[in-house]
C-alpha cells in the first residue's frame, strides 16, 4: 500500500441521514414470518390481497437493499410512502 | 419444455444487433436462452448455437477487470483467437474503453459470422465503468456479433433510443409468462400430472403464469391424490404463490430433508463436504443428488456435479424460513461456512460468512491476513468494505489491522475514523511498550509500521493546509523507514517535495520529487512514479528548465511502456502538449494531445480531466482558434482538481488569459473579482500566475496609464523582483514581456525594446520563447526594433536577443493574432446538467450519438480520424455530421461548434 500526496483525494462533506419511517405494499399475501427477512420491518397481510411492510430503514442504501429484496423474490410493487417523522 | 414462440422470435429474419431478456427471478429466462441455443434442447441445434459464447455473472463479477476478463474468457470458448490484446490490455489495467474497443476490432475481423455473446444475470452489475463499456459495446456493435443481456433489470442503457432505431429485441416477463396452452404442456407432459382443462386454468390464473411458482405447484402436486382439492385451496387462496407454494413442498419433505434445506440455505454454493461441515452430518454429497433428482431446485455449477446452487427464488424462501425458525442458529451455520472456507484457502468467501455471522474476531484475523494482498491489485474497495463491517472496538487493540484501515480509508478518498484510529496504534509504538497486549495476525507488516504511520500523519498534515507538520512527519517516515523500504521512502519524500513546492522553495521540491521517483520505481509502483513526474516535470518548468521537463516526461512515458503500465501516461502526453507549445512547437504539442486523446482519461490520473482541456485549450488558442478554446476551458474550470498539488496555475485564471485575448474584458474582470486578486496584493509563489493574468487585464483596461488607473509598472515591477527572487525564469520573461508591451503601449519605444531584449536573453538558454510568440503579430513591431539593435546598450543588433527576434520574425507569417480570430464568448454560461436534458433551444434535438460527434468536431481530428474513433465509415460520420449542421443550422464545423457552444450543449 502506498500513499503519495498525489494519491490523496479532496475529501465531500459527510452525507448524514437520520432514517425515516417507510411503509411498502405489495401485491401477494405474506405470512408475518417474513419479517426477519425483510430487517425486522414488520410485515402486515390485509384483507385485500396486498401487504404491508412497514417500519424504519436506516438510509438510502438500506430501502434500496429492501426493495432488492422484494425484486428478487418476484414481489410485484404497489407503493412505496415515507412516513411523516413522528 | 419447448417454447416455439419465443424462440421464433429470438431467431426472426435479421435480428437486431442487441437482445434484452428483462424479467422477474423465475420467468424462466436463462432457460429460454439455452433452448434457443440449443444446449437444452433436443430438436436439433439451432444456427446460433454453434458459436455462442455465454457468461453467467454473479456478484465477484462486479469490478471491471474481473468482468471484462471473463467476457473475454467466454468468447475465446468460441473464437480462441479474440480477445488475446485484450487480455494484455486488462493486464495492463488500461481503461474499460480501450479494451472494449480492442475487443471489438478483433470480433469484427476475427469472430466470423454469427457469434453471440450472452451476459446472463446482468442484473448483479452495480459498476458504473462496468456499464459504460457495456453501452460503448452496444454502440458499436459489428454486424456479425449479437449480444444478448439477460437479467431481472432493465440494464442502464439508452433503451429508448434503440428502440426508436429498432436496434433492439426485446423479451419480457409479458413475454415470458406461460400462456394456458404453455401452462397444460408444462403440467401434464413435463411435470408428468393428470390436470383436466379447469385447473389448468385455474393455476394459470392464480399464477399469472409465472413459471417457478408454475413449478413449485406441480412438485407439490406430485404423489397426491386429488390434484383437483389442492388446486381449489391454492386457487381460492390470495396467499404471495411463491410463500404459499414454498410451505406445500417444504412441508411435503421428509425432516431430514427439510433440515438440510433450511441449514444450508446460507450458502450461496454448495459442495458435499462443505454441506456435511455446515450440517454437522455425512452424506452431505448424496443429499444433494436426491435434491437434485427431486428437481429441488438445485442448479448443478460444473459437469462433474461437485458445485451446486440453490434457484434463487428457493434460496430467499429457505433463508427467510431459517431467520424466521431457528434464528439462533444462523450465525453459527455462517461459522461452519467459514471455517471450511479458510480452510480450503478462500479468504474472501471465509470473510464474507464469518461477517455474515458475526463472528467478528475470526473476520477481524482474515482481513489483516488478506487486505495486503487487496492492496497490491488494487482491489481497496473489496478491502474497505469488508473493514467497515468490523465494530470499532475490535480496532484499538490491533495495531495492523488499524493501519490498514487507515489505508483503506484514505486510498478511497476517506477520513472519517482515522485520527481515532492512529490514536490507537500510537501507545503500542511508545518506546518499551508491551507488545504482548497487542494482536497482530499479519507479523510482515509490524517492522513497517511506526514509518507508515508517519507517512499517513504527513498526508493528513497536508490535507489540513499545515505544510510545515507535513514535513515534520515525511522526514520522521524517512528517518524510520528500512533502508530497502522504497514505498514507504518515496511516498515520505514525494509528501516532502509536494510541501516544499506549496511552499514555493522550488529547489528542494525538485530534489525530493527526484528521490520519491527514484524509490517508487524500485518499489515498481509505476502510476505513483508518473504522478511523481508530472509534478517534477510542472517544477523544472517553472525553473525555466523546459529541456529538463521534456526529459522528466519522456522518461515516464519509457517507464510506464517498459512496465505496460497506462495510468498517467495520458497525462505524460497533455504535460508533453504543454511543454512543447511553451517552445512554440505547435506539431509537435498536437502529436502528444492526440496521444493524450487515444489513451482516454481512463488512462489518467485525478488531474488529467481538467489538465488535457487546458492543453487542448491552448493548442486551439496557438492556432488563434479562440472558438474553439472557450468551450474546452469552460469544461477545464468546471473539472479543476489539482489532487492536492498547489494551485499555481487554475482554469480560471488560463480562461480569463483567453476571454482577454478575445476582446471579452468584462468576463475577465469578473474572474479578478471573483479570485479577489488586486495589484496591492502581497506576493507568493502560488498566485504568481493569477497576478500576471491580473497585470494583463490591467493593462489591457489601461494601455495609456495615468490618472488614476493602477500602477501596471509598479505592480510588474514587484513581480519581476520576486519571480527573479524565486528563480522563475518563465515568469521572469512573461513579466518582462508585459513590461516591455506597457512601455510600447505608452509610446516608450527604446525602453520597450530594452524589456524585450532583456526577455529575449532572458528565454534564449532554454527557448522559453512561446510567451512572445503568443504576442505576435502585434509584438511584431518590436521585435524588428530589437532585431535591428535598437535596444538600448545593444547597438549592433548581434546579441542573443537580437538573434532570437529575428529567429522569431523569420518563422514564417505570423498566426491569424488571436484577438481578430476569437468569437466572443458565450453569452449564456452552459447550465448545468447532462447535454441531452439542455437541448431546450433546439426544435430537433441532437441524438446521443450526434452528441458524441459534436464533441469530436470541437477537437482538432480529421475526419477520417474521427471516423476511426467512433469506429464507423468515413460516410456514417458525414451523414453524421450533415444532420447536426442542419439541426445547429450551421454552415460548417466551425459554425456547429460555436452554435453548440452558444446553446451550452
Known amino acids: 500500500m502506498v500513499t503519495t500526496a498525489h494519491q490523496i483525494r479532496s475529501y465531500g462533506p459527510n452525507v448524514s441521514q437520520s432514517h425515516h419511517d417507510y411503509e411498502i405494499r405489495v401485491a401477494g399475501r405474506l405470512a408475518p414470518r417474513w419479517s426477519a427477512w425483510f430487517d425486522g420491518l414488520t410485515v402486515a397481510p390485509g384483507d385485500d390481497g396486498t401487504t404491508v411492510l412497514h ?3 436506516p438510509d438510502q442504501a438500506a430501502l434500496h437493499g429492501l426493495l432488492r429484496k422484494l425484486r428478487d423474490l418476484g414481489l410485484p410493487l404497489i407503493s412505496l410512502t415515507q412516513k411523516e417523522d413522528h | 419444455m419447448e417454447r416455439p414462440r419465443l424462440v421464433g422470435r429470438l431467431a426472426g429474419a435479421d435480428p437486431p444487433g442487441l437482445i434484452l431478456v428483462s424479467a422477474p427471478a423465475g420467468f424462466g429466462k436463462t432457460t429460454l436462452l439455452a433452448e434457443w441455443f440449443g444446449a437444452g434442447s433436443t430438436a436439433g441445434r439451432h444456427p446460433a448455437a454453434r458459436r455462442t459464447a455465454w457468461l453467467s455473472l454473479d456478484a465477484s463479477d462486479d469490478d471491471p477487470a474481473a468482468f471484462w476478463s471473463a467476457v473475454v474468457a467466454a468468447l475465446q470458448t468460441v473464437a480462441p483467437g479474440v480477445g488475446a490484446e485484450a487480455s494484455a490490455l486488462l493486464q495492463a489495467a488500461q481503461p474499460a474503453e480501450t479494451i472494449v474497443a480492442s475487443l471489438l476490432n478483433d470480433m469484427a475481423e476475427g469472430a466470423g459470422t454469427d457469434l453471440t455473446l450472452v451476459l446472463d444475470d446482468y442484473h448483479v452489475i452495480t459498476s458504473a465503468e462496468i456499464h459504460a463499456g457495456v453501452a460503448f459495446l452496444v454502440d458499436h456493435l459489428p454486424a456479425n456479433i449479437r449480444l444478448v443481456l439477460a437479467g431481472r433489470a432493465d440494464p442502464p442503457l439508452p433503451l429508448a433510443r434503440l428502440r426508436a432505431t429498432g436496434d433492439l429485441l426485446e423479451i419480457r416477463a ?74 406445500e413442498v417444504l412441508e411435503r419433505q421428509p425432516p431430514e430433508v427439510r433440515r438440510f434445506l433450511l441449514h444450508t440455505a446460507v450458502l450461496t454454493r454448495l459442495t458435499g463436504p462443505l454441506c456435511d461441515a455446515v450440517t454437522g452430518t455425512t ?29 434463487h427464488l428457493f434460496a430467499d424462501v429457505l433463508q427467510a424460513r431459517l431467520l424466521d425458525e431457528e434464528p439462533e442458529l444462523v450465525d453459527q451455520l455462517h461459522g461452519r461456512a467459514a471455517a471450511w472456507f479458510e480452510e480450503a484457502a478462500e479468504p474472501a468467501e471465509a470473510i464474507s460468512h464469518a461477517l455474515a455471522g458475526h463472528d467478528t474476531e475470526r473476520a477481524a484475523r482474515l482481513i489483516e491476513l488478506a487486505a495486503p494482498a487487496l492492496f497490491q491489485t488494487r482491489q481497496e474497495l473489496t478491502a474497505r468494505r469488508w473493514i467497515a463491517a468490523l465494530p470499532a472496538e475490535l480496532f484499538p487493540h490491533r495495531p495492523v489491522l488499524s493501519i490498514l484501515a487507515v489505508g483503506a480509508t484514505m486510498v478511497s478518498g476517506g477520513l472519517t475514523g482515522v485520527e481515532q484510529l492512529l490514536a490507537g496504534i500510537k501507545p503500542w509504538l511508545e518506546p518499551g511498550a508491551d507488545l504482548s497486549g497487542a494482536i497482530v495476525h499479519n507479523e510482515a507488516e509490524l517492522a513497517p509500521l511506526p514509518a507508515q504511520v508517519a507517512v499517513y500523519r504527513a498526508a493528513l498534515a497536508l490535507i489540513g493546509g499545515d505544510l510545515a507538520a507535513t514535513v515534520a512527519h515525511a522526514e520522521r517516515a524517512l528517518e524510520l523507514a528500512a533502508p530497502d523500504d522504497h514505498l514507504r521512502r518515496g511516498s515520505a519524500a514525494a509528501l516532502v517535495g509536494l510541501a516544499r513546492w506549496s511552499g514555493g522553495d522550488l529547489a528542494e521540491a525538485e530534489a525530493r520529487y527526484a528521490n520519491s521517483i527514484r524509490s517508487l520505481t524500485a518499489a515498481g509502483h509505476i502510476s505513483d512514479v508518473l504522478g511523481c513526474s508530472l509534478a517534477l516535470a510542472d517544477i523544472q518548468s517553472t525553473r525555466g528548465r523546459l529541456g529538463d521537463a521534456i526529459a522528466t516526461l519522456e522518461a515516464g512515458l519509457d517507464l510506464a511502456r517498459f512496465h505496460g503500465v497506462a495510468r498517467g501516461t495520458a497525462d505524460l502526453h497533455a504535460a508533453l502538449c504543454e511543454a512543447l507549445l511553451d517552445r512554440h512547437d505547435a506539431d509537435g504539442a498536437a502529436r502528444h494531445l492526440d496521444a493524450a486523446r487515444a489513451l482516454g482519461e481512463g488512462a489518467g490520473l485525478p488531474q488529467h480531466p481538467y489538465r488535457w482541456r487546458l492543453a487542448a485549450a491552448r493548442l486551439h488558442l496557438a492556432h488563434g482558434d479562440g472558438a474553439a478554446a472557450l468551450p474546452l476551458l469552460d469544461e477545464a474550470v ?25 476582446g471579452d474584458r468584462a468576463a475577465a474582470r469578473r474572474w479578478a473579482r471573483d479570485s479577489g486578486l488586486g495589484p496591492d496584493d502581497e506576493l507568493s509563489y502560488v498566485r504568481e500566475h493569477e497576478h500576471i493574468t491580473l497585470a494583463r487585464l490591467l493593462l489591457a483596461d489601461h494601455p495609456a496609464g495615468g490618472g488614476d488607473a493602477p500602477d501596471v509598472l509598479a505592480f510588474l515591477g514587484r513581480l519581476l523582483a520576486a519571480a527573479e527572487a524565486g528563480d522563475r525564469p518563465g515568469a521572469v520573461v512573461e513579466i518582462l514581456v508585459l513590461t516591455a508591451l506597457t512601455h510600447e503601449a505608452r509610446g516608450h519605444r527604446a525602453e520597450a525594446a530594452a524589456m524585450l531584449d532583456r526577455a529575449l536573453n532572458a528565454a534564449g538558454p532554454e527557448h522559453l520563447v512561446g510567451v512572445v510568440a503568443d504576442e505576435r503579430p502585434s509584438i511584431d513591431p518590436l521585435l524588428a526594433a530589437v532585431a535591428a539593435g535598437a535596444a538600448a546598450g545593444d547597438g549592433d543588433g548581434a546579441g542573443d536577443g537580437a538573434d532570437l527576434a529575428r529567429e522569431l520574425l523569420t518563422a514564417g507569417p505570423a498566426a491569424p493574432g488571436p484577438a481578430e480570430a476569437l468569437a466572443p464568448a458565450p453569452a449564456i454560461p452552459p447550465p448545468a446538467g447532462s447535454p441531452v436534458a439542455r437541448q431546450r433551444g433546439l426544435v430537433d434535438p441532437l441524438s446521443a450519438r450526434e452528441l458524441d460527434v459534436l464533441r469530436l468536431l470541437r477537437g482538432d481530428l480529421s475526419g477520417p480520424e474521427m471516423a476511426r474513433e467512433l469506429h464507423v465509415s468515413l460516410n456514417t460520420l458525414r451523414t453524421h455530421t450533415q444532420r447536426i449542421y442542419t439541426k445547429l443550422d450551421a454552415k460548417n464545423r466551425r459554425e456547429a461548434v460555436r452554435r453548440a457552444a452558444e446553446l451550452g450543449l
Open chain 1, 55 to 57: 417500519g424504519p430503514v
Open chain 2, 174 to 247: 409479458a413475454d415470458l409468462r406461460f400462456t394456458a396452452a404453455e401452462t397444460g404442456t408444462y403440467l401434464n407432459q413435463v411435470m408428468g400430472l393428470t390436470l383436466g382443462e379447469h385447473e389448468v386454468t385455474a393455476l394459470e390464473a392464480r399464477t399469472e403464469g409465472w413459471i417457478a411458482a408454475l413449478q413449485l405447484a406441480a412438485l407439490s402436486m406430485q404423489g397426491r391424490d386429488d390434484p383437483a382439492a389442492f388446486v381449489a385451496s391454492f386457487a381460492g387462496d390470495d396467499r404471495f404463490v411463491v410463500d404459499y407454494l414454498a410451505e
Open chain 2, 283 to 311: 452424506g452431505g454429497r448424496a443429499m444433494l443428488e436426491r435434491l437434485e433428482r427431486a428437481n429441488l431446485f438445485l442448479v448443478p455449477l460444473d459437469d462433474r456435479r461437485r458445485w451446486y446452487r440453490y434457484h
Open chain 2, 638 to 662: 468546471a473539472r479543476y482538481n489539482t489532487d492536492m498539488s498547489p494551485p499555481v496555475r487554475p482554469a480560471s485564471a488560463v480562461r480569463a488569459r483567453a476571454h482577454l485575448a478575445s
